[in-house]
């Protein structure tokens, strides 16, 4: 059975998504004990309907864009150890987790709506 990814949770191409997820999973599977790469992993996992938690808290949520953003907010602090406004997780969680959480929910997210540009390379 394939998933169904809900379309309005990217703000990139299935097609480049689908891409990224791909090669999030080769390379996790070559380093299985890099935090930063099942973090990579784990996010889109989450974005796609493919588990429930989100990667932070492990809430059961769905991936709606507000629930990306709190997410990427959260763990952007973490990785520069300041204070996690949203669920003030800055000690409980490993910076490369969630450095990879970040990065992965930049990059899913798309391109800066003022340039039109994407912000970030892949994951």
């Known amino acids: 059975m394939g998933t169904a990814v809900p379309l309005d949770r990217l703000g990139v191409s299935f097609e480049e998504f689908a891409t990224m997820l791909d090669e999030a ?11 930063y790469l099942a ?3 784990a996010t889109p996992s989450w974005i796609a309907g493919m588990v429930d938690n989100d ?5 059961l949520r769905p991936a709606t ?8 907010v ?17 000690d409980t969680i490993h910076p490369d987790w969630a450095r990879g ?3 992965t929910l930049e990059w899913i997210l798309g ?5 039109g540009r994407r912000q970030q390379p892949l994951p």
């Open 39 to 41: 973090a990579v992993l």
């Open 101 to 103: 959480i970040a990065r």
């Open 25 to 35: 999973v080769r390379r996790y599977h070559a380093a299985q004990d890099d935090r």
């Open 55 to 59: 990667p932070l808290t492990r809430q």
């Open 74 to 90: 959260a763990t952007t602090a973490i990785t520069y150890n300041v204070e996690d406004p949203i669920f003030g997780l800055t």
């Open 111 to 115: 391109p800066d709506h003022a340039t």
């Open 65 to 72: 864009l507000s629930a990306q953003q709190q997410v990427r």
